[in-house]
């Protein structure tokens, strides 16, 4: 069956460490991932992409490295700061269609204490 | 002012009551997409559409159903409520062209089905 996995327990860190986020899938053969990040009770806003013939997308302090063999995303915060905290979601297309249409993971919570 | 937004933003409601959400956009986008989100659950999408004319469903549209008013306006209903239709909904909006385009949430209705 077709599956994105996120770690559903709570990633907690301290401040200033580099948190690191992983997203596996199985089934799929997506051209791109996506990265969310997602407050409560808010909706999700667009963090990166990263399409299958790159290895690695940096933007600040974000960082995302997509491994096709691997079936395998990881996103990375360097320097986390508190305000870091929240929900971030993976996300990729199918490809079944001639049209987006993205499938979530069920996101990792981030903690990032003081 | 919001790009996508979504009213009501929280609705308490009993069985078998006609419930109807309305998302608005001023990104103009062609693209809208309506998803529920559940504890420990990814975004589910119930129903998309990528232009005014062209209305599908997605994974979860049994008991719900979509009108696209207008390019900016897309409304999800939900013809007799029931308590498993407890949710957070999000409205999402994308521009057309590439498929790997982003998608832009909105704030998200709470909706309690009692």
């Known amino acids: 069956s077709q599956k994105i996995e996120q770690n559903s327990e709570a990633l907690n860190i301290q401040e200033g460490k580099t948190a690191t986020l992983t997203c596996n899938y199985t089934?799929?053969?997506?051209?791109?991932l996506q990265w969310y990040r997602q407050d409560p009770g808010r909706g999700p806003v667009f963090l990166l992409l990263i399409r299958e013939n790159e290895k690695e997308k940096r933007k600040e302090r974000l960082k995302v490295t997509f491994d096709t063999t691997l079936k395998q995303s990881l996103f990375h915060i360097t320097a986390s700061q508190p305000a870091d905290s929240a929900t971030y979601l993976c996300?990729?297309?199918?490809?079944?269609?001639?049209?987006?249409?993205?499938?979530f993971g069920t996101g990792t919570r981030l903690l990032v204490s003081p | 002012d919001a790009d996508v937004t979504q009213t009501p933003r929280n609705r308490i409601t009993k069985t078998g009551k006609r419930i109807m959400l309305e998302c608005s956009q001023t990104k103009g986008h062609d693209r809208m997409y309506w998803y529920r989100q559940d504890p420990g659950l990814g975004l589910q999408l119930i129903y998309y559409s990528f232009d005014v004319k062209d209305i599908n469903k997605g994974e979860i549209s049994d008991g719900y159903s979509v009108s696209r008013q207008a390019q900016a306006k897309f409304s999800l209903s939900l013809e007799s409520a029931i308590p498993n239709q407890t949710a957070l909904y999000f409205c999402?909006?994308?521009?057309?062209?590439?498929?790997?385009?982003?998608?832009?949430f909105g704030p998200g209705t709470r909706l309690t089905v009692l």
């Open positions: 999402a909006t994308s521009p057309g062209g590439d498929r790997s385009n982003e998608q832009f």
């Open positions: 996300a990729l297309d199918p490809m079944n269609t001639g049209f987006q249409k993205l499938v």
């Open positions: 089934n799929y053969s997506p051209a791109y």
